[in-house]
């Protein structure tokens, strides 16, 4: 069972306009959340985050924005540049014992020059 | 400088044989997770372990043991039982805190051949 989904698994964008990209999930438990920027044969790096307590983050280019009733999360990248090409994933914690982070599958997002 | 170091890069296996996955952290950290990376279904949680001598089995634990006898390291074995073991591995670490994101190393390709 997919407890944070991510349904759109690729994505183009001209560069300077706006990137979104979407996350869902299904666990009440979760209490933070998180956005994780990859490259391929590469670690996640960490990029922004939001607690469950708030509805928006925004750290520069980056914002993340948090409906707790519709359980979804979304992270807005203004403007899109080519270096922002790369898959994107969200991710959500909860505690069980020590604290667990699930991720969803992934988006790839392509910024086109 | 701090960080998790995961090693090696490449690894080659061949069928039948166990191996072994190093990662170590100097961050301090005390919860260190291992994660399993497969085309189009993100990451998948294998173990964690929220402090030495102490861990936990994730979502796919099965054909793989872990050991935690020293905060700074967390080795992930992969056994013969692992019946597709050829995957991209990452280890992560985080702070027993709130509102924190996990660390991850570089990342360990493994191939059975």
């Known amino acids: 069972d997919q407890q944070v989904k991510q349904n759109s698994p690729s994505l183009s964008v001209q560069e300077g306009r706006i990137s979104i990209l979407n996350c869902d999930y299904t666990n009440s438990m979760f209490d933070y959340f998180l956005w994780y920027k990859k490259y391929p044969a590469e670690g996640p790096t960490f990029l922004i985050s939001i607690s469950s307590i708030k509805d928006k983050n925004e750290d520069g280019r980056f914002t993340v924005f948090l409906n707790k009733s519709a359980k979804h999360l979304s992270l807005h990248i203004v403007p899109s540049q080519p270096g922002d090409s790369a898959v994107y994933f969200c991710a959500a914690r909860y505690r069980s014992g020590t604290y667990k982070y699930i991720f969803g599958t992934g988006t790839r997002l392509k910024v086109l020059a | 400088d701090g960080g998790i170091t995961q090693s090696p890069k490449y690894l080659f296996r061949k069928e039948g044989q166990n191996v072994t996955l190093s990662c170590e952290q100097n961050l301090n950290h005390d919860a260190m997770y291992w994660y399993r990376q497969d085309p189009g279904q993100g990451l998948r949680l294998i173990y964690y372990s929220q402090i030495v001598n102490d861990f936990q089995k994730g979502d796919i634990a099965e054909g793989y043991s872990v050991s935690r006898e020293k905060k700074e390291s967390f080795p992930l074995t992969v056994t013969s039982a692992q019946k597709n073991p050829t995957a991209f591995y990452l280890c992560?670490?985080?702070?027993?805190?709130?509102?924190?994101?996990?660390?991850f190393g570089q990342g360990t390709r493994l191939t059975v051949v």
């Open positions: 992560a670490s985080s702070i027993w805190s709130r509102d924190t994101e996990a660390f």
